[in-house]
């Protein structure tokens, strides 16, 4: 609601919402287990980290699969 403001697409005011999101609840976590900011900010760096591995992942399978099926088709 408050991304609409912002003049921002459904897309990326979803994925700032997912982020602010997961930031409230390590937060609470945080709190409710006596963690410092420092280990939470890293655990937060972490997981956007494995985050943004699992999309490159996947990035770099949705291409590859794209040039053995353009390499079959030439070859068919």
Request: glycine letters at 6%.
């Amino acid at each position: 609601m408050i991304f609409s403001l912002l003049k921002l697409n459904k897309k990326t005011s979803a994925a700032l919402a997912g982020i602010v999101i997961g930031a409230a609840s390590l937060w609470a976590l945080s709190l409710w287990q006596n963690i410092g900011a420092k280990e939470l900010l890293r655990m937060l760096a972490a997981i956007l980290a494995m985050l943004g591995g699992l999309a490159l992942a996947a990035f770099c399978a949705v291409a590859l699969l794209k040039l053995l099926i353009a390499t079959l088709r030439r070859l068919i």
